[in-house]
Structures are given as structure tokens and as C-alpha cells.
């Protein structure tokens, strides 16, 4: 796994290991960016249930102002802190070890971009769609990484569904806030 490009680019980051951890592959990630390239310069970015962190380093390396990184895993935020620091991205990041959807309910934070990935087949991506709406700046993008027979609803608390994209059994969905 590595930084596709900007100012880390060819960096390779560290992942969890195990069953359990499923990382965004180069494929989707390449594909993620591609199609929002001319939206993350200078945008508020929250990497929810980040694992390594690679997406929203990702952004941080193609220009975004800075970022927010959730995950519960005292491992995962670990790794997030290491490839921050290897990136030389660390001082644009926030990094906090909490539970996603309870930061959702927390936070007074807006972004512009918000990546959600969490973990498969545990309704945790419905539960935080339906919390993230407030969270996002009206024009704002939510890119949702999950299986590709999962369902979603067209809408979630002021989010409309804009596009899918499907790579194999993985499918990128992304909704957006109007305004």
C-alpha cells in the first residue's frame, strides 16, 4: 500500500494485520481519486474508521487543508500516527481514538469530504450516514467504500445519493449534501 501521488507520493504505508483488516485497495483508491482530483485541494477531510489512514493521506498528499482521522482501534490509531509522520503529514492531521459513530454525535467540526470504509456487514455504514449529514458542508462528498450487494438508501439526513462506481465485489458510493 503506498501514496499514489502529491507531496508523499510513492510512500509505503504501514496496514494492520490480520482476518479482520481489509484495506482500500491501489485500484479503488485510484479510482476514489481520480474522480474527485479537482476537489481536495485545500478541503476539510474526515477519514472515519480509518484503519491505516490511507485515504485521508491520500488527500493530505494531493493538497487537502487538513484532516481527521477516527478509528476505536488503539492499533489502528498507532499505525495512522507512524504513516503521519512518515508521510511528513502529521502537522494537517487530527488523529482520535473514539468510536466512529460517537464522534459523529460528538463532533462541531464541518468537512468538505468524508470517507467512510468501516468494517463489512455490520450496519455501521447506514448508522453513520444517517448521523454524518450534519457533519458535512452543504456541496460537501461522502465516499462510502462497502460490499457490492450492500444496500443503501438514496438519501440520509440531508445526503442524496450522486454516483456508484463498482470494482469487483467492492462498490464506491458517493452522496452529497445539497446547497
Known amino acids: 500500500m503506498r501514496v499514489i501521488t502529491g507531496t508523499a507520493r510513492g510512500t509505503t504505508l504501514r496496514t494492520l494485520e490480520g482476518n479482520d483488516v481489509r484495506p482500500t485497495t491501489d485500484k479503488v483508491k485510484e479510482a476514489i481519486f481520480s474522480a474527485f482530483q479537482f476537489e481536495i485541494e485545500d478541503r476539510r477531510i474526515l477519514d472515519l474508521f480509518a484503519g491505516s489512514g490511507q485515504l485521508g493521506i ?3 498528499s494531493r493538497g487537502a487543508k487538513n484532516a481527521v482521522f477516527v478509528d476505536a482501534d488503539k492499533n489502528a490509531i498507532k499505525i495512522i500516527k507512524e504513516n503521519l509522520v512518515k508521510t511528513k ?33 455490520k450496519g455501521l455504514l447506514q448508522k453513520a450516514l444517517a448521523k454524518i449529514g450534519d457533519c458535512i458542508a452543504e456541496g460537501g462528498a461522502v465516499i462510502c467504500e462497502h460490499p457490492f450487494k450492500e444496500e443503501l438508501e438514496d438519501e440520509y439526513n440531508g445526503l442524496v445519493r450522486t454516483k456508484d462506481y463498482k470494482y469487483s465485489k467492492t462498490a464506491v458510493t458517493v452522496y452529497r449534501k445539497e446547497g
Not at 460517537?102 to 468494517?119: G, K, Q, Y
Open 58 to 60: 491520500e488527500a493530505l
Open 89 to 121: 503529514l502529521d502537522s494537517l492531521a487530527t488523529v482520535a481514538q473514539t468510536d466512529s459513530i460517537a464522534f459523529l454525535s460528538m463532533t462541531d467540526r464541518v468537512f468538505d469530504i468524508a470517507f467512510l470504509d468501516p468494517p463489512y456487514e
